[in-house]
């Protein structure tokens, strides 16, 4: 396999930390570009919401390919910090585009599974084609914001011939997930569950859950089959699919304690009760193959969080 040179935007977060990993191990050569300020080798700190901090980073390089993760990520985070995450979500989006206009770049850009919102059919990648948009669908800002981002890339490929691969994660975790309130469930009943703190567990959704490692063999495949205009669903097995309150089991169990610091409500407000999807186009093109089933992913995210906050047995 040919070595790609490749740059990975967000590539200090959860995801981007994951994929970066996976890239270099295929031997790829890849920078990755982040807020933050770190230590770390092969990566150059810029804010995609400014366009010379990230037009500077394409004069003294040229990529093959652009995995475009950076975002502000969640919904009550995107009510909370709404300026955030519009700017981040979708004026950086479109500096990436405007780059990739100028320099033809191929580039595969990180939606959501939210895009679908309220939908209560089998959640496949033509929904969003074959269904009127309504409020029920669109949430939350977070969503929308996503959904933009990719209308985005359609509209650039049509105007200037831009190569686009658009993927929607399905409640990815992992390991380099570091805790805050506006995280997903897992890592946060993970937190609380290790610091003893109590948590609410709301009844009636399920989920599919993916671990990050597994996500991450299927993105990085892109480079290999790259098919422009292409969107995929990237989840677990369907046969995962639990109930949240049965994540919260595995989580206690494998930190080791009971449930008698959970509240259990009924459903939540303004979230999806399932989310039933369809993965067969990534498992077609993407040799889409999750290995890490919820119990030993759990069991992994576990131990990476005890090392992260130096919890000891």
Known sequence: MKSKKILVTGGAGFIGTNLVNELRNRGHDVLALDLYNTERDHYIRADVRNFRQVERVFEKSRFDY?????????????????????????????????????????????????????????MSEDVMVNNPI?????????????????????????????????????????????????????PKFIYHALYDKPYTVFRGHKRIIDFVEDSCRTWANIADNFIPGEVYNVGGRPEWE????????????????????????????????????????????????????????????????????????
């Open 66 to 122: 652009v995995y475009h993760l950076a975002a502000e990520y969640g919904r009550w985070n995107g009510e909370d910090y709404y300026e955030n995450l519009w700017q981040t979500n979708v004026v950086g989006t479109k500096h990436m585009l405007r780059l990739q206009e100028k320099l033809k770049f191929r580039m595969i850009f990180f939606s959501s599974a939210e895009v679908y919102g309220d939908y209560d059919g089998i």
């Open 134 to 186: 309504r409020d029920t669908y669109q949430m939350n800002d977070y969503a929308i914001t996503k959904w933009a981002g990719e209308l985005m890339c359609l509209n650039s490929a049509k105007m200037f011939g831009t190569e686009t691969v658009r993927v929607r994660p399905v409640n990815c975790y992992g390991p380099h997930e570091h805790y805050n309130p506006y995280r997903g469930f897992i």
């Open 242 to 313: 639990m109930e949240i309150k049965d994540y919260s089991d595995l989580i206690l169990k494998e930190v080791g304690r009971d449930d008698s610091r959970v509240t259990y409500e009924e459903a939540e407000p303004f979230t999806t009760k399932v989310k039933t999807m369809d993965f067969s186009k990534a498992v077609r093109d993407l040799r889409h193959d999750p290995k890490v089933s919820p119990e030993k992913g759990i069991k992994r995210t576990v131990e990476w969080m005890k090392w992260l906050y130096r919890i000891q047995e």
